[in-house]
């Protein structure tokens, strides 16, 4: 439901025929309520129409608290949805209320395509943070391609852009050892926030365990003990939510971790080195480790 919205937003005039129904699930609040269509081009990536009047088409931003849903499973299709700013996952639900994470939309993705064919959401959206989102009324998209074909062409390259993640998951599924599979999750964090013009080296989850785990076909508990070894091993540095990626390139080729025995041997070689290091003159590390 839309709630308190706040007094400058009255004074905006939305274009003509700006669906609205969708809006009423979030909720507005000061600041950039509409873009046009060259920055909501550069959102997604691609070439803006240089045909197009840019203020020809406003386009509305809602913004969602963490925890809301956007849509839900079965909900009449009409809009698709980009994401301005903030972190979602969208997930599948059975008959007894398990979910199945799908994927973890952020900053420049484009969500909803799934409730095209059936004009029903084929999954559920849901906030992990405050999020600020752009909706794109299924009938202006369909509007701008039959006027603009080579933006339509550049949208549903947006599309495929979604399809080949979701694909390249699915392979990964098949393929990769529990403990590859959190590593490349964290490599695919790295390089996305680096798009977005963050850190790729230090970032915050915003998803849980459960969740991480539930994305990548893994149990909670092996989701934290990979996370844990990696820490050990010096791959990455964990506090909690926030990551450090130490070794990128060994998150990137890793295949299995070695086993424990091997890895505490890792450890205590690392230590001693950090000794010699910290101390010059120490006794080499085979003497430390026969103390």
């Known amino acids: ?26 909720w507005q609040r000061q600041g950039k309520l509409w873009s046009n269509l060259k920055e909501l081009c550069e959102l997604l990536r691609i070439p803006a129409a240089s045909s197009v009047n840019d203020e020809e088409f406003l386009f509305q931003h809602v913004q ?5 849903r956007i849509h839900t499973i079965g909900q009449p299709f009409d809009t698709l949805y980009i994401v301005h700013s903030g ?14 994470v799908l994927s973890f939309p952020m900053k420049g993705d484009l969500f909803g395509v799934d409730g095209i064919h059936s004009r029903r959401y084929a999954s559920e959206a849901v906030a992990l943070s405050n999020c600020d989102l752009i909706l794109l009324p299924f009938k202006k998209f369909t509007a701008l391609g039959r006027a603009h074909v080579e933006l339509e062409h550049a949208m549903y390259s947006v599309m495929s852009r979604e399809l080949v993640r979701e694909q390249g998951m699915v392979s990964m599924l098949g393929a990769l050892s529990a403990e590859a599979r959190v590593a490349r999750f964290l490599v695919s964090l790295s390089d996305r926030f680096a798009e977005m013009g963050y850190s790729s080296k230090l970032f ?6 459960h969740e991480i785990g539930s994305y990548l076909g893994l149990t909670l508990e092996t989701v934290s003990r990979t996370l844990s070894a990696f820490n050990e091993i010096g791959l990455i540095t964990v506090d909690q939510r926030s990551i450090g990626i130490k070794d990128v390139d060994a998150l990137k080729t890793l295949r299995r971790l070695p086993p424990s025995s091997s890895r505490a041997k890792q450890v205590a070689a690392k230590k001693a080195k950090q000794l010699r290091d910290a101390a010059p003159g120490t006794a080499p590390a085979e003497q430390l480790e026969s103390v």
């Open 204 to 209: 915050n989850l915003r998803m849980t365990r």
């Open 64 to 68: 969602f608290k963490t925890g809301q």
């Open 1 to 26: 439901m839309l709630s308190t919205q706040m007094s400058d937003t009255r004074t905006e005039t939305p274009p003509p025929g700006l669906h609205s129904s969708s809006s009423e699930a979030g």
């Open 87 to 100: 972190f979602l996952k969208t997930v599948l639900i059975d008959e007894f209320g398990n979910e199945q």
